[in-house]
């Protein structure tokens, strides 16, 4: 079983950053692909992210030159960098862990960007 734990939300001015981070638990942490969702109100959850086990990235075009993906497999935790925050991303921001068919998801974290 796999446990994704999120932290790192909260409230930034827009033209602010922060650091979102992802601790996984259990023992395939290296062999998934990691991802950032994450859902507005009122909207569909959409992807932001993801990170191959190679350390491929790829990213949404709204985020692409502010936001970066990372990981860490010594502290099997995966990283989103968000620069530049607009209001606009505001939103839950969940975690996600594919590892052949199986899906793994945080609880969330909350992302407030203020004008």
């Known amino acids: 079983q796999v446990q994704l734990v999120e932290s790192g939300g909260g409230l930034v001015q827009a033209g602010g950053s922060l650091r979102l981070s992802c601790a996984a638990s259990?023992?395939?942490?290296?062999?998934?692909?990691m991802g950032w969702y994450r859902q507005a109100p009122g909207k569909q959850r959409e992807l932001v992210a993801t990170?191959?086990?190679?350390?491929?990235?790829s990213y949404a075009d709204s985020v692409k030159g502010r936001f970066t993906i990372s990981k860490d497999n010594a502290k099997n935790t995966v990283y989103l960098e968000m620069n530049n925050l607009r209001r606009e991303d505001t939103a839950v921001y969940y975690c996600?862990?594919?590892?052949?068919?199986?899906?793994?998801w945080g609880q969330g974290t909350q992302v407030t960007v203020s004008s």
């Open positions: 990170i191959t086990t190679g350390r491929s990235t």
């Open positions: 259990g023992s395939i942490f290296t062999l998934m692909v």
């Open positions: 996600n862990g594919f590892w052949y068919g199986n899906n793994y």
